[in-house]
C-alpha cells in the first residue's frame, strides 16, 4: 500500500484523523467524569467511539491506494458506523429532553432505524438521500431541543450543546457542496473542510456535556 498522489485526498485523511482523535479525546474526558450520569456518560462515549472508529477508516480510505473491494467495504463500514452515531446521537437528545427512562426506551427503536436505513440506502441505488435525510432530521430536531433548554438554562450546557448541532449541520452542508475548496497552506476539498468543522462540533459537544 502507498499514499494516494491525490493533496486533497491527503488533506481529507489528515482531518479525517484529526476527526477520530478529537472523538477520542472525547471519550477520555467523559470517562474521567465524575459517575454522577454514568447512563449518560457512556452513551456518549460509544457515540464518540463510533465517530473516531468511521474517521479512522476514513483516513485510510482516502489516504490510501487500496484495491476497488478493499474500499468498497471500508465505505460500506464507515457509513454503518456513523448511522449507529447518529442514532445514538438522537437517543441522547431524547435523554437530555424527557429523560433517561424514555431514552432508554427509544434506544433500541433508533438503532433498529438506524440500521433499516443504512440498509435501504446501500441496498437500493440512489436512496443514499435516505441516509441524509435521517442525519438531516435528527440534527433539525436536536436543534430546537438544546437551543429551547438553552433559553431555559436546563440542563446545564445546552447552548454548548446547540452550538455543536449548529456545527454539525454546517459541516453536512459543506460536505453536500462538492464544488466547496479552500486553500490554507494545504488545499481542503468539501471533505476535509467538513472534517474541520465537525471537531469545533466534537469540542462544543464535550463542552456541554462536561457542564451538563
Excluded at 484529526?18 to 460509544?46: D, H
Excluded at 464507515?78 to 427509544?106: N, P, Q
Excluded at 441516509?131 to 429551547?148: D, K, N, R, S
Aim: hydrophobic fraction near 60%; charged fraction near 10%; proline fraction near 2%.
Amino acid at each position: 500500500m502507498r499514499l494516494t498522489d491525490s493533496p486533497t485526498e491527503r488533506t481529507t485523511a489528515a482531518t479525517d484523523l484529526l476527526l477520530s482523535l478529537s472523538a477520542a479525546g472525547g471519550i477520555v474526558l467523559l470517562q474521567s467524569l465524575a459517575p454522577s450520569a454514568p447512563w449518560k456518560i457512556n452513551l456518549w462515549s460509544w457515540t464518540f467511539a463510533l465517530i473516531a472508529a468511521a474517521a479512522a477508516l476514513g483516513t485510510v480510505y482516502h489516504g490510501l491506494v487500496l484495491a476497488e473491494r478493499t474500499r468498497i467495504w471500508l465505505w460500506r463500514i464507515l457509513t454503518a458506523c456513523l448511522s449507529m452515531a447518529i442514532s445514538l446521537f438522537g437517543v441522547g437528545m431524547i435523554l437530555d429532553a424527557v429523560g433517561t427512562e424514555a431514552a432508554a426506551r427509544m434506544l433500541p427503536i433508533l438503532l433498529l432505524s438506524g440500521l433499516l436505513i443504512y440498509a435501504v440506502s446501500r441496498v437500493f441505488a440512489g436512496l443514499f438521500m435516505v441516509f441524509i435525510a435521517y442525519q438531516a432530521l435528527l440534527l433539525v430536531l436536536a436543534l430546537g431541543v438544546y437551543a429551547w433548554s438553552a433559553v431555559r438554562g436546563a440542563p446545564a450546557g445546552a447552548g454548548w450543546m446547540a452550538a455543536g448541532v449548529g456545527a454539525s449541520m454546517i459541516a453536512a452542508a459543506a460536505q453536500m457542496t462538492r464544488s466547496l475548496q479552500v486553500r490554507l497552506i494545504w488545499t481542503f476539498d468539501h471533505n476535509g473542510i467538513f472534517h474541520l468543522i465537525q471537531v469545533s462540533g466534537v469540542i462544543f459537544f464535550c463542552v456541554g456535556l462536561s457542564r451538563g
